[in-house]
């Protein structure tokens, strides 16, 4: 693309054609909202639901009750260091009852939580620490040994180590002894001076708590991007920022509830990683302001654990990402499970593939409603109806309230329904910026406040937006654009294939054509069989030239397919 299109003439576009498809009774604006910071919202809930279960974690639950007790003890520990109002304070935990906690501590008194992968390198975990300046860390002990190797680089003064077992009381001991012994779980690690969470708890006992005078304005997540375009960058998200979305996403899900009774106390599996933006706002801070209870899942990799405990409890809305749902339906014992109080399932985070949506409605009877957003969004931007009856609509949904959606060509020229562009956001839950950043800010947020999202998509005559990929996960073949979203969904299709994931490899006749890694259900799948049934459902063009068999396909830690890796593996091979 070189030249911009003729400017077309879309009255419908500015009329927010996306209106007509709302919920009957959903409002277009969410109002003023209800709390000044996430902390306060925090403090209320467990004052509304103190005697309700809160989080559930490996058979243990803690009581909203509880909650607000221990976040007062390790806010007063935290408080008794000297920290001052806005310090940064990083968490690097799994889903454990300790990070709701943490969390929740930091937030009320008046802190700024900084999510941190549990997985991370010492490079990448010491470039977030120095880049957020964080001056303060809670850690689980299994990964107090990539902090070793940085903490002296970084601005950290105090550290405060969990173990998995510190909240299960006696159980916790036997927890502990084989997570270190049996399972080895757990590096030897040295570092002086830390206090170990359970003494930090009782430290806190012992001193008063004092919540913190925040408001709207001030920031309450600092939520690193992936770096998949450089170096990883800090969303700045403010309580305004968070609270909008929280009362985005409850407006949308009260459309399912005039639909349908719901139970008094919602029960949300919390299977995404809570430092991850998806699982942060739509299980804890949106579950928490409904007084939701949230069965937390240490290890959502380890699927057969997983489907263990699903099968403990009766549990009404499953956010997930396309690639944990296909591998539930890929597991036998999932199959069997009892899905009659599934009310909700959530998909986002990656694009979800029509044949696993209908795998999905067939044995649940539930239907995925995909969503789309970014750290940068706080995260949802656009969903679908929680209320519908239908089938799995294939789009990413219509802008929720007090969201707008443009979709632009690359000068920034807004492009006329049915045309694929970027999709641009504008709304209360977009970013104040990317922290200490300004130019790359800039270059993300436009004159007139709408956040460029690098998705490419466009807006059907109903407001509902299709997303057919990233920019730069685009394959261009003798100047054609293909989608990798679009054939890996075919690939998906054949009953022989697990996963699949596609790239553009350089070629000398067409520039790229498509390379597609496939890793088999069918150990008999052949490279004629993938091709036979990608060339009866794609255009020449987009079939893949090459095909590679793989074991498994790199993943994030959410279990989001890295198509970049598979472009650094290919470019490196080539070199």
């Not at 450089?230 to 399912?256: D, M």
């Not at 490419?456 to 937006?465: A, F, H, L, N, R």
């Not at 060339?535 to 793989?550: Q, S």
């Amino acid at each position: 693309m070189t030249t911009a299109p003729e400017q077309k003439d879309t009255p419908e576009k500015t009329e927010k054609v996306w209106l007509k498809s709302y919920p009957e009774g959903v409002p277009a604006e969410i109002g003023e909202l209800e709390h000044a910071s996430v902390g306060a919202l925090i403090k209320k809930a467990c004052e509304e639901n103190a005697s309700k279960p809160a989080y559930t974690c490996m058979g243990k639950t803690i009581t909203y009750r509880e909650l607000d007790t221990y976040a007062a003890q390790i806010g007063a520990w935290l408080q008794s260091l000297g920290l001052e109002k806005g310090d940064r304070v990083a968490i690097m935990m799994p889903n454990i009852l300790q990070y709701p906690i943490a969390a929740a501590a930091v937030l009320e008194a008046g802190y700024v939580v900084v999510n941190v992968n549990p997985l991370y390198t010492p490079r990448e975990l010491e470039h977030q620490l120095k880049d957020s300046g964080a001056k303060a860390i809670f850690i689980l002990e299994n990964f107090a040994t990539t902090l070793q190797e940085v903490i002296a680089r970084t601005d950290i003064e105090h550290v405060c180590v969990a173990t998995m077992g510190d909240m299960m009381g006696l159980k916790g001991h036997l927890v502990n002894f084989v997570v270190r012994r049996v399972k080895k779980m757990v590096p030897d690690w040295s570092l002086p001076g830390h206090v170990p969470f359970k003494q930090a708890l009782a430290a806190g006992a012992g001193k008063s708590f004092t919540m913190a005078d925040a408001g709207p304005d001030d920031i309450a997540f600092l939520q690193y991007t992936g770096g998949t375009t450089g170096v990883s960058k800090g969303a700045t998200l403010n309580n305004r920022n968070i609270l909008s979305n929280a009362a985005q996403n409850h407006v949308w899900l009260e459309a399912l509830r005039r639909k349908e009774e719901l139970p008094d106390q919602m029960v949300y599996i919390c299977c995404l990683p809570l430092y991850h933006i998806f699982a942060l706002t739509v299980n804890a801070i949106m579950g928490m302001d409904q007084g939701a209870h949230n069965i937390l899942i240490p290890n959502p990799r380890d699927i057969p654990g997983f489907v263990k405990e699903l099968g403990n409890h009766q549990y009404h809305v499953l956010p997930g990402l396309n690639t944990l749902f296909n591998a539930l339906l890929n597991n036998e014992d999932f199959r069997k499970l009892d899905f009659s109080e599934l009310r909700l399932t959530i998909g986002g985070g990656m694009a979800v593939q029509r044949p696993v949506a209908e795998r999905w409605k067939e044995l649940t009877g539930c239907t995925i409603s995909e969503g789309y957003g970014l750290s940068e969004t706080s995260p949802v931007a656009t969903a679908n109806r929680f209320d519908g009856d239908g089938d799995f609509s294939g789009s990413i949904g219509m802008p929720i309230p007090s969201t707008e959606i443009d979709i632009r060509y690359e000068d920034g020229t807004s492009l006329p329904l049915g045309e694929v562009g970027e999709i641009c956001i504008r709304g209360p839950q977009v970013m104040v910026g990317y922290w200490n950043r300004p130019e790359e800010t800039a270059k993300v947020m436009t004159e007139d406040g709408y956040f460029r999202s690098g998705d490419m998509g466009y807006m059907d005559e109903t407001g509902y937006v299709r997303i057919v990929d990233r920019k730069k996960d685009m394959v261009l073949v003798s100047g054609f654009n293909v989608y990798p979203n679009e054939v890996e969904e075919v690939a998906a299709g054949h009953e022989g294939v697990l996963e699949a994931a596609v790239i553009g490899v350089p070629d000398e006749h067409s520039g790229e054509v498509v390379k597609m890694f496939v890793v088999r259900s069918d150990p008999n799948l052949t490279e004629e069989d993938v091709r036979t049934w990608c060339a009866d459902k794609l255009t020449n063009y987009k079939r893949p030239k090459y095909i590679e068999f793989r074991d498994e396909l790199p993943k994030t830690n959410v279990g989001k397919i890295l198509r970049r890796e598979l472009r650094d593996e290919a470019t490196a091979k080539s070199a």
